[in-house]
């Protein structure tokens, strides 16, 4: 082994730091998650303690591995005020708090319309602050003071970069991705960065992920054990990290990602920006790649709705196992359209921001407010209640597939926690003739990703080139004959949409 590449691998709820060799294989990993810090009854980042535990990681790696390269890929909707010694200005508020519906709308009536904002910066409107300009608000109203001490303000994985290597900077996945700061048509900085105050304060050229921020501080070159000349990329946003195996193999378009996890991220890469008139207002946005260019994108909470319903069900049961693949039972749903899970447990996240989480059952509504103490009778029996939490799944899952401008002939990839669900994965096959699906083998292709940038920037190598050092076992599903479907989603989405405007 030549030389190894950590990865700082950053997750909402998971953090990992990992080893990777030359060849793009995974050497060692640690995890750990962080507990929020509470301020002002706020729940905000524990910065401190991340870093802390990164440098303890490193230091352990670096006693072990050749490492001549650090590359950050993190989450979205974060990003971090810095002040001049290069640590945080102010607590960074968790992006899931939701500052009430007053807020909402003084950011529009100052900023744009909705529909004009998201024509331009390519972004939806989102509740809580998920739109990372509405975070940046809240944060210059609820600390005032501190913020008078900001210097820079970084997407996430750039901040981490500030910490190792001292230097700031911005790249195009992060900047791109549903923060209303960005203007995809005239790639630069927006009106809403301008009028918040803030447009100096954000490095405003975009590199590429692979780009160098600079080399490791003399500080943590000593804090860590490594080399002084070890690099720090610019980083990467987590789902455009997991893209970069698939363009690696496959090329940069004609397929679509379906990226599950707590968030079911669907991306469709493409060569134009822009809208059709009846997609402004849904929540339907675009990334921007790390070649710069147009990831039209459409998301919702499938992870987090499936662990929910799946507690209160194994509650209701006193049980802890999921159901396997029963055919006739699916069919049977299907074909007598009576029964119906719908989402969204958090409004304004996925692709029916209005409609109300509850379980339709001959046209009876069953809030999940109260679902506890008013269970529906079709709950009473185990397996039809998961399979119309799946039902559901695959019908906000086709519906984002949509959104996202899935064409005849294109493929589908599934990979995250649904790839290994056989109900899901059969019904969603089987809804799309002319679109082949497949189930990918990555286990953690974020990390992958992000490991990937690091040996470009070591090597000057292009991104193609590094498709010989790894493997992705692509396995195409059989389509199955479920002519129910179609009949059935008109039902299941017209009740989803029974409460929008």
């Known amino acids: 082994m030549e030389y190894a590449i950590a990865v700082i691998d950053i997750g909402m709820t998971n953090k990992k730091v990992a080893v990777y060799d030359d060849n793009l294989r995974q050497l060692d990993a640690k995890y750990k998650n962080f507990e929020p810090k509470m301020v002002n009854g706020l729940e905000t980042h524990d910065l401190e303690g991340m870093e802390t535990w990164f440098t303890v990681c490193l230091k352990d790696f670096a006693g072990k591995y050749p490492i001549k390269a650090l590359s950050v890929t993190t989450h979205g909707a974060t990003f971090v005020c810095a002040g001049k010694d ?3 200005a102010l607590p960074c508020v968790f992006y899931t708090h939701e500052p009430g519906d007053d807020f909402h709308r003084r950011f529009y009536e100052q900023f744009g319309k909705r529909e004009d904002l998201q024509a331009r910066t390519g972004t939806p409107a989102f509740k809580a602050m998920i739109n990372p300009a509405k975070g940046l608000l809240f944060a210059k109203e609820q600390f005032s003071d501190l913020f008078k001490n900001t ?35 005239n790639k630069n900085l927006s009106s809403v960065a301008r009028d918040l105050g803030i447009a100096s304060l954000i490095p405003d050229k975009l590199y590429k992920s692979w780009d160098i921020l600079g080399t490791i501080t003399g500080e943590f070159a000593e804090k860590t054990g490594l080399p002084k000349e070890t690099i720090i990329t610019m980083g990467i946003h987590d789902s455009n990290s997991a893209l970069l195996p698939h363009f690696a193999k496959k090329g940069e378009q004609g397929f679509i990602l379906n990226s599950t996890g707590t ?17 402004l207002g849904k929540v339907v946005f675009f990334n921007i790649s790390a070649f710069g260019k147009p990831v039209k994108t459409a998301i ?39 029964l119906f899970l719908l989402p969204e ?29 008013n269970i529906p009778s079709c709950f009473a029996d185990y397996e039809t209640a998961f399979a119309l939490l799946r039902v559901s799944l695959v019908m906000q899952t086709l519906t984002a597939l949509e959104r996202a401008g899935l064409q005849k002939g294109y493929e589908i990839y599934t990979e995250g926690g649904f790839r290994k669900d056989q109900s899901y994965n059969n019904l969603l096959s089987s809804f799309f ?47 199955l004959d479920f002519p129910e479907l179609n009949l059935y989603r008109t039902e299941w989405v017209k009740k989803a949409e029974m409460t929008e405007n």
Request: hydrophobic share 35%; proline share 5%; glycine share 8%.
């Open 86 to 88: 290069g640590k945080p």
């Open 151 to 185: 210097v820079s303000i970084l997407p996430y994985p750039q901040y981490w970069g500030l910490r190792f290597s001292g230097k700031t900077g911005t790249e195009s996945t992060y900047m791109g991705n549903h923060t209303y700061l960005w203007d995809h048509l």
């Open 263 to 279: 968030w079911c991220v669907i991306m469709n890469p493409m060569e134009q920006y822009g809208f059709a008139p009846d997609e």
């Open 300 to 338: 919702f909470l499938g992870g987090l709705e499936f662990e929910t319903w799946s507690n209160i069900i194994m509650k209701h049961h006193n049980r802890t196992d999921v159901p396997g693949w029963n055919e006739s039972l699916y069919r049977s749903i299907l074909k007598e359209k009576k």
């Open 345 to 373: 447990l958090t409004p304004g996240t996925g692709q029916f921001p209005s409609s109300k989480a509850r379980v339709v059952e001959n046209e009876n509504d069953f809030l999940f407010d109260g679902i506890s103490n």
């Open 433 to 479: 003739p002319d679109n082949n699906v497949f189930l990918t083998d990555i286990a953690e292709a974020t990390a992958l990703g992000a490991a990937m940038t690091a040996k470009m920037a070591l090597t000057g190598k292009s991104l193609s080139d590094l498709a010989a050092d790894f493997k992705i076992d692509y396995r195409e599903l059989e389509k």
